[in-house]
């Protein structure tokens, strides 16, 4: 028996076999991401993938029984996925897997049109904690939906298709930055100067328009889509970086790409109730608004949560309160992974470190465990024997430093519930830049961790 605990690289340990099943995981996770900029993205390819799989729409008024297989999806921005197993809920609960699906992106403002200088923009209003200055000087794609007088619904993707246009976000050039380089990083770029360029050739005949340049994209995107600008009123647009996800290094061991937080855990738990064979019942969540508090509609502080489980319960005779008692909940969710470059930010002892597997956070939150769900120890129990009986690679880790920061996930809206919850997630290098970077063997690890957990 070994009586220290140490941590194990995934890669010394694989043999040929499973380092082909870690890369070949990373093809099918690297096409999820990039047809997953957005929410919305995401849970339109879950339920494409769900249907592939043998999934048939929910119903709040269907009576479940054993083996069926179900998908609901809430408002286009978050899906349930509900795999009915035989066990007993009332005894047994739920396995729940909760990841979510939004990212930091730049968000349109309700009046986003404007001209000035000869250039067309739209301004923007970031959303969730980004670091701006990254986002300039950056190929930026559009996504979204604008809603059209009388209800009809326009999709717009501008930007990822190598012979559309892109989208741009001037920054100052360094001669003429000793001001702004003087500045913190955090005050270098003001929030409402992150606006687009869309356009710089005048309309044909509109001499006289004061804003000519803008009056000739509007004709675009009327000719186009159907749009005028009141429409910008009625939308979800966001711009995010442009891009497919690439391999990184010379082994191709690592991904490069725009949203791993928190997709690289969302892309595992559906993977996992696709494939696992449980006799448990097993619902995986994709949620939005994570990165903004968890509030909303489809927000895991929404109630629809407690409504897929009542709906279950009640389907066998059971009592919801028993269900919720009983279940138990992994929230997959990113972590902080220990990065040498910056070292002072981590307590390397208690650091996630890349391609050491699954990464188990005990608490999150900042500083003296605020605001955070903090697992108990029979719980942490629980998931450490499942996972080394099923030959799970995992590591425990913290969030960075104590008083660096802190960071927080859905898990306390879920333990809120009563429902024993614990974050298992992937360890992450630049985490909320335009371009994060993980490791495929944590990706692959993550799988194996929750559909050891389903089963």
Known sequence: MDLKYTRKNVYKEADGKELKNIYDFAEGYKKFLDNSKTERDASREAEKLALENGFKPFSFAEKLKAGDKRYFLNRDKNIFLIRVGKEDVSKDGIRIMVAHVDSPRLDLKPNPMYEDAGLCYLKTHYYGGIKKYQWTALPLALHGVVMLKGGKKQEICVGEDENDPIFYITDLLPHLAGEQSQKTLGKAIDGENLNAVIGALPAVGDDEEKECVKAAVLKLLNKKYGI????????????????????????????????????????????????????????????????????????????????????????????????????????????????????????????????????????????????????????????????????????????????????????????????????????????????????????????????????
């Open 228 to 455: 005028t600008e009141v429409d910008f009123q009625c939308s979800e647009l966001c711009f995010v970086p442009a891009g497919k996800a690439r391999d990184v290094g010379f082994d191709g061991a690592l991904i490069s790409a725009y949203g791993h937080d928190d997709k690289v855990c969302a892309y595992p738990e559906m993977k996992a109730i696709f494939d696992c064979d449980s006799p448990h019942t097993v619902v995986a969540v994709f949620a939005d608004k994570e990165e903004v508090g968890s509030d909303g509609t489809t927000g895991m502080q929404s109630k629809v949560i407690c409504d897929v489980i009542d709906t279950i319960a009640n389907s066998f005779g059971a009592n919801p309160i028993e269900v919720r008692y009983n279940s138990k909940c992994i929230s997959a969710d990113v972590t902080a992974g220990y990065d040498p470059a910056y070292a002072s930010a981590f307590e390397k002892r208690n650091s996630t470190f890349m391609s050491c597997g699954a990464a188990v956070s005990k608490y999150t939150g900042a500083r003296g465990k605020s605001s955070t769900n903090d697992a108990s120890a029979e719980f942490m129990g629980f998931i450490r024997d499942i996972f080394d009986d099923n030959g799970v690679y995992w590591q425990t880790g913290e969030l960075g430093a104590i008083d660096i920061g802190g960071g927080g996930t859905v898990a306390k809206y879920i333990s809120n519930l009563g429902i024993d919850t614990v974050d298992v997630g992937v360890p992450v290098l630049s985490m909320h830049a335009p371009y994060e970077l993980i490791s495929k063997a944590d990706v692959y690890s993550l799988y194996k961790a929750c559909l050891a957990f389903c089963k």
